[in-house]
């Protein structure tokens, strides 16, 4: 019994351990208040750090703290504590990040999506001119691309960076010219850079003998 306790406290004061600790301030009229921020551990395992910016009525105000980012959506009013009775919340701008204690934050990108489908050529996005997604913390826009049979394909998505050089087709068997491309601005069209590109053994092979003969 005294084994299994202590095998409870270990393991709850690893869970503890693992929230981060964010700067924390309370409502600021000025951003230079905010800077002195107090040292705050998180709550929850699943909060991060946050800095916002928004109206209170007539007046720009700051904050800083701990908060889960919403999923899909713009996280509410409600989660940074901004729940005064009769206060008007206007213009909320916030920014993240999840290393301890940390100094520089970054909003969460609004990419353009679409699923997997034909297009002209390889460098061709998908359709998405209707469709877009609030990426999560630490997402980019990300378009995918590979060729199959002759055809080209393409999907747009937001995805967690990876390093491009590193991506492989899904199926090796079937798809060829296999790539991904990210970029980091709002809604963007242009995912130049940060390129790179699986090519299938038989398209190198060909690319070689084209080079040399």
């Known amino acids: 019994m005294k084994l299994s306790m202590i095998t409870l406290v270990a393991l709850f004061g690893t869970v503890l351990s693992a929230n981060l600790k964010c700067k924390e301030c309370a409502e600021s009229a000025k951003d230079g208040d905010c800077e002195s921020a107090a040292d705050g551990t998180c709550g929850a395992a699943t909060d991060i750090c946050y800095m916002i910016t928004y109206k209170k009525g007539a007046d720009e105000k700051y904050k800083k703290g701990c908060a ?6 713009a996280t509410p009013a409600a989660t940074f ?11 909320l701008k916030a920014q993240w990040c999840n290393t301890e204690l940390c100094e520089e934050y970054s909003p969460r ?4 999506t679409c699923a997997l489908a034909e297009v002209d050529n390889i460098d061709a996005l998908c359709n998405a001119t209707s469709s877009s997604a609030l990426c999560g913390f630490d997402e980019q826009c990300a ?3 590979y060729m199959k049979a002759d055809k080209a394909y393409n999907e747009r ?18 798809q060829s010219a296999c790539g991904i491309k990210f970029c980091k ?3 963007c069209e242009d995912y130049s850079s940060s390129m790179a590109t699986t090519i299938a053994l038989p398209l190198l092979f060909v690319a070689i003998f084209n080079a040399y003969f």
């Open 68 to 73: 889960t980012p919403t999923a899909g959506a």
């Open 81 to 91: 504590g901004l729940n005064e009775q009769g206060a008007t919340y206007t213009e």
């Open 109 to 112: 990108l609004t990419c353009k």
């Open 143 to 145: 378009s995918v691309f």
């Open 157 to 174: 998505m937001c995805k967690e960076f990876s390093e491009p050089k590193e991506w492989v087709c899904a199926d090796n068997k079937t």
């Open 185 to 187: 601005t709002d809604n």
